[in-house]
């Protein structure tokens, strides 16, 4: 604690009396610095460490049969392409041969991607099997071009996300799909995103 030193008596006045020395106080500071380190202790153990953000993940169910645990129903699969100057083109269930399933579609305004996925979500919904889970079969497989940007990729991906798609995979495109993309990109004007 503080401590204060008052030797010195009382004080007299007058002719040949001495003057009593003046002496300073003195403070102790050690129980300051016991109290300092209390405070950290308690604010050390009280605080709460931040939490770690990551992804959350929907991992496919563990089947019996590893064949079937990446197939998707034809029905609630959508394909999307992504080509150079912001093209971007899709294809519901399977390619077809003669191609005339692949069609165009642009990142907004008329035809917007985001109108083919609403609209797919809405079919899947409406032969869904399950009341539960009515978008459960609902898969689409983006897959980017050769010519596509990072940035398209980033966009897609938004677009996920802002329409709820629970799944979706990244996938290698094949050289058929690159074909008709680099078949349609040489056809189309550029677009701007």
Known sequence: ??????????????PGVKKGKKLSTRVD????VDLGFLLITFFIFTTTMSQPTA???????DKV????????????ALTILMGADNHIYYYEGQLKNDA???LSASYNGENSIRDVILKKKAYVRSI???????EHDLVVVIKPGQNCTYKNVIDILDEMSINVVKKFALVDVFD?????????DATATPSSN
Do not use: R, Y
Not at 55 to 61: A, H, I, Q, R, S
Not at 128 to 134: F, K, R
């Open 1 to 14: 604690m503080a401590e204060l030193d008052t030797s010195g008596g009382g004080h007299k006045k007058g």
């Open 29 to 32: 500071l050690t129980p300051m």
């Open 55 to 61: 992804m959350k993940l929907l991992l496919p169910d």
């Open 65 to 76: 049969k590893p064949e079937e645990q990446n197939k998707a129903k034809e029905s609630g």
């Open 100 to 102: 005339s399933n692949f």
């Open 128 to 134: 869904a099997q399950d009341p539960n889970d009515p």
């Open 176 to 184: 058929i799909e690159q074909q008709l993309i680099d078949k349609s």
